[in-house]
């Protein structure tokens, strides 16, 4: 039986090695693997709380403001602390304006190029998905680089700095929002609200209309592979001060096609087929910082696998914009590879509208921050979400020191290893069935895998390694 490793997968963050074996041009079975060790959950044990936002923005350098505002919330979380709405205004905005750029760079540079970018750098315009560099480079050049250097100076007036921005701490955030700094994002904002309304109308009016009429194949190609597994997580994000402090897109876990409120104490770290000790699994709230244990028989990831309810569920856009109910799935099947772009595409389009708004509804008269104090016991859980879906931090306070932490990433649930009961994780379950034109052509593979935009650095958040380079053969003998 043909057997394809892919390793590295390009045009993702981090390094992610994917095995399937092919029978009858079909695959019949896949392994996923993270390939780079790091440590910051063990990083952050017995400093001041304070520090976990601040080193923790460091696991990624995509999702970097996630991470401290997610630890952050932990730390507010354990202290019973509520910050002052304008710093929840301003976060927001952060998130926002974090969920742009990484969406673009995902749908335009990633994943973008395996569709020929969609036909705007394409060989033949609009359908042809082959990529033609020189229009690409252009395209990049022109368009696309500007407006994430856009993104990022609107988020640099709110966070001091990009990447690893500063102001958010516990007890709110320290930037002094001006009416002249308010006005100024407001305006970068528009200009990317402007770039990306062009590509989501262009998409809309001429691309999808041209496929369905032309390329109908590839069309119900696209939207009957890369199924996976039809849970979906998201813990709800962006809550509004106006509106009550209800999430702008709410949080919610379908399992089996009914929707729930989440709860995190459902979450079990599994760890039988990754490389950390058998007592590093359990329930966040209670496990122990990761031992790593390479070579553990039967493990073949540095990612642990974690479930709800005992299930493996899908993070990400199509996840959380499907449990938001603002995103109705084209697939028959309940969701595919096509609808993971869309959904992504929707949520860009929904956030470069309403965050001009949001920087409106900052209160340059009002405080942004309330003296937080590190609690001398206690525990907290900041539940928030990043470009590729749910996050989750959490922390254990004693003696005014972080006794534990630990942190379950988007791409530790997408990417994640077969669990203890031999389940595969969401991205293994998706590519079974994906066909591979004679035994070898892995293009539907590679552009499943891509479509969760797998981040390797958030996955593990983990960094050692005295033991060398990890070969692949060292991982699948
Ligand atoms: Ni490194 Fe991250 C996001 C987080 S992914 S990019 O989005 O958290 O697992
Ligand atoms: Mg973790």
Redesign the pocket.
Known sequence: MPEIMIDPVTRI??HLAIKVKVENEKVVDAHSSGMLWRGFERIVVNRDPRDAPIILSR?????HS??RI?STRALEDAADFTPPDNAIRIRNIIQGITCIY?HAAHLLVLAGPDYGVYGLAGKEHPHELELDVEKYYKLLHTTILPAQRMCHEALAIFGGKVPHHMTTLAGGVTVTPTPEKLSLAYNKMLEVKDVVGTIYNYVHETLIPHLIEEHIETVNLLLSIGVGVRNFLAWGVYPIPEDNYRNFLEGGVIIKGEKRKPDPAKIVEHVKHSWYTDESGGNPAEEIPPEPQYGKPGAYSWIKAPRYEGLPCEVGPQARMIVAGKYKVLSPYGASLLDRLLARLEELKLLVDVIPDWIMSVKPEEKVYSEYKVPETGFGIGLWE????A?AHFVKISNYKTERYQAV????W?ASPRDGNGVMGPIENSLIGTPVPGNRETINVLRIVRSY???L???IHLVTPKEGIITKEAVFH
């Open positions: 963050e981090g696991i990624c350098g995509v999702c996630t991470h997610t990484s990043a470009p590729r879906g996050l990433v988007p791409t530790t997408n935009d797998p981040c650095a958030c996955s």
